[in-house]
Nanobody, 127 residues
Framework: QIQLVESGGGSVQTGESLRLSCVVS????????MGWFRQAPGKDREGVAM???????GYADSVKGRFTISKDNAENRLYLQMNSLKREDTAMYYC?????????????????????WGQGTQVTVSS
């Protein structure tokens, strides 16, 4: 069974940083595309960043240059380093494992039964 457990959310001021963490069961970590999505109240879930099993990364335009996705192979842990946070980054952030033919955010269907999600961690950015 594939399990994902996020941590690291919190409340910060604009311009500050947070690092999210997601512990992933080993099978997903080594075989699946891993990523971060977020969902703000009243909005659809949107892709933030994705990383392939061999470390290739991709980002949403809204976070390029500010967010960095990475993996720690020794701990089967996925990270999202978020710098220069803005109010519009406020959302529930979810860790994702997806079995895709290519690790690309645009290929993820959030409603697909083939995706695995963590429980979410809240990020709140205030001015």
């Amino acid at each position: 069974q594939i399990q994902l457990v996020e941590s690291g959310g919190g409340s910060v001021q604009t311009g500050e940083s947070l690092r999210l963490s997601c512990v992933v069961s080993i099978y997903a970590y080594t075989n699946y595309c891993m990523g971060w999505f977020r969902q703000a109240p009243g909005k659809d879930r949107e892709g933030v960043a994705m990383i392939s099993p061999d470390g290739l990364t991709g980002y949403a335009d809204s976070v390029k240059g500010r967010f960095t996705i990475s993996k720690d192979n020794a701990e089967n842990r996925l990270y999202l380093q978020m710098n220069s946070l803005k109010r519009e980054d406020t959302a529930m952030y979810y860790c994702l494992a997806a079995n895709l033919f290519r690790c690309d955010l645009s290929l993820v269907d959030p409603s697909s039964q083939g995706n695995y999600w963590g429980q979410g961690t809240q990020v709140t950015v205030s001015s």
